[in-house]
C-alpha cells in the first residue's frame, strides 16, 4: 500500500549496541514525526520535520538519540548504547502539505534492548 | 506548552449503549484536537479532529466529539457501542501555529456483549 512503512517491524538488541530505525513516509508527505510509546503507555513526542526547516528535537530524551531526514523522503532515528529503558515501540508519522492536521501513522518498529 | 489529560485509564460499557471517552486540554491558544484509535497490534488510525466551526465534530465509524472551551474538554462519543470498537484511544492537541502534537496517555475502550 501506499502508507507510511516502518523497518524493521520487530528489533531485538543487546544493551549497549547501537540500532538504526528506518520510516518511509507516504510520497508527498512534507511533515513527518517519531513518537515512542512505551508499554501500556501513551505517545511520546520525540522529533519533527517539516520540509527543508530546522527539526524540533525537543522530545528527543538523550544525547544517545538523534534522527535525520533528507528532503520530504526517508528518516532514520538512531539510538546509540542502547539501554533496556529504550525497550517500546516507535512509531512514525506523517502528514501532508495540504492537510498537517491529519496525521497518518505507521505500524511502528517494537525495540527490545536485553 | 500543551498537555492533554485522559482521566480514565478503562472504559467498560455494554454494546448497544452510548458511550463516552473523556479528554482535557491545556495549551495556550487555539487549539487544535483530534482522536485516534489503536487497534491491538496496529498502528494509530485517525478518527476524527476539530479545527474551528461547529463544537460537535463527526467522525469515522459513527463517533463524534464535542469542543468545549469553557470546559477545556473535547469528549469522544457514540451513541451505539459495537463490540469491534474495543480499543485504545488516544486524544491530541496542537496549538495552532505550532507544528508538535502532544497525545494523551490513551484509554481504553472494553465494549462487553
Known amino acids: 500500500g501506499a502508507g507510511v512503512s516502518q523497518s524493521p517491524s520487530n528489533k531485538v538488541t543487546e544493551k549497549g549496541k547501537d540500532v538504526e530505525l528506518r520510516c518511509d513516509p507516504i510520497?508527498?508527505?512534507?511533515?513527518l514525526y517519531w513518537y515512542r510509546q512505551r508499554l501500556g503507555q501513551g505517545l511520546e513526542f520525540l522529533i519533527y520535520?517539516?520540509?527543508?526547516?530546522?527539526?524540533?528535537k525537543s522530545g528527543l530524551p538523550s544525547d544517545r538519540f538523534s534522527a535525520e531526514r533528507t528532503g520530504e523522503s526517508v528518516s532514520t532515528l538512531t539510538i546509540q548504547r542502547t539501554q533496556q529503558e529504550d525497550s517500546a515501540v516507535y512509531l512514525c508519522?506523517?502528514?501532508?502539505?495540504?492537510?498537517?492536521?491529519?496525521?497518518?501513522f505507521g505500524e511502528g518498529s517494537w525495540l527490545t534492548v536485553v | 506548552a500543551q498537555s492533554v489529560a485522559q482521566p480514565e485509564d478503562q472504559v467498560n460499557v455494554a454494546e448497544g449503549n452510548p458511550l463516552t471517552v473523556k479528554c482535557t486540554y491545556s495549551?495556550?491558544?487555539?487549539?487544535?484536537l483530534f482522536w485516534y484509535v489503536q487497534y491491538p497490534n496496529r498502528g494509530l488510525q485517525f478518527l476524527l479532529k476539530?479545527?474551528?466551526?461547529?463544537?460537535l465534530v463527526k467522525g469515522s465509524y459513527g463517533f463524534e466529539a464535542e469542543f468545549n472551551k469553557s470546559q477545556t474538554s473535547f469528549h469522544l462519543k457514540k451513541p451505539s457501542a459495537l463490540v469491534s470498537d474495543s480499543a485504545l484511544y488516544f486524544c491530541?492537541?496542537?496549538?495552532?501555529?505550532?507544528?508538535?502534537?502532544?497525545f494523551g496517555t490513551g484509554t481504553k475502550l472494553q465494549v462487553i456483549p
Open positions: 508519522a506523517s502528514s501532508p502539505r495540504g492537510d498537517r492536521n491529519t496525521i497518518y
Open positions: 510520497s508527498g508527505h512534507t511533515a
Open positions: 520535520f517539516q520540509g527543508n526547516s530546522a527539526p524540533d
Open positions: 495549551v495556550s491558544g487555539n487549539p487544535y
Open positions: 476539530y479545527i474551528t466551526g461547529d463544537n
Open positions: 491530541a492537541v496542537r496549538r495552532e501555529g505550532y507544528q508538535k502534537v502532544t
